[in-house]
């Protein structure tokens, strides 16, 4: 039998890849100027990977979308691919996607170039996060 903790993670792991694919498929298309929805779909991707990790790990964690604040939670081996300023700044779209106010108060949306580095940051945490559940088997 499956340990509950692996099967919930590889249930985090599942969204994250959908969300990873939703914002390829944005940023393939570019259309309706909708590079914001790709970038918080990035982040997203990124957030439930670092979940599932946590989940793997028996970790708790809080609802939050600070993703540096959930990386603090892990175990510093093997790290997480991604500096924290590109965690801070990869942060601000699972907010500035569901609260127009922060965007108007940052001064501007997320343009397309935002959103390809939301989604390879994504791509490399999503990769490790593949990686580190294998090894935990």
Known sequence: MTDPAQQLAARWLARARSDLSIAGKLLADRANDEAWAAAFHGQQAAEKAIKAILTSNRTDFPKTH???????????????????????????????????????????????????QAFRLAEEILDWARDEAERQG
């Open 66 to 116: 600070d993703l540096a604040r959930l990386v603090d939670l892990l175990p510093a081996n093997p790290p997480v691919p991604t500096s924290a300023d590109d965690l801070e700044w990869l942060s601000y779209f699972g907010t500035a996607g569901r609260y127009v106010m922060d965007d108007v108060m940052a001064g501007s949306e997320p343009g397309w170039e935002d959103a390809a």
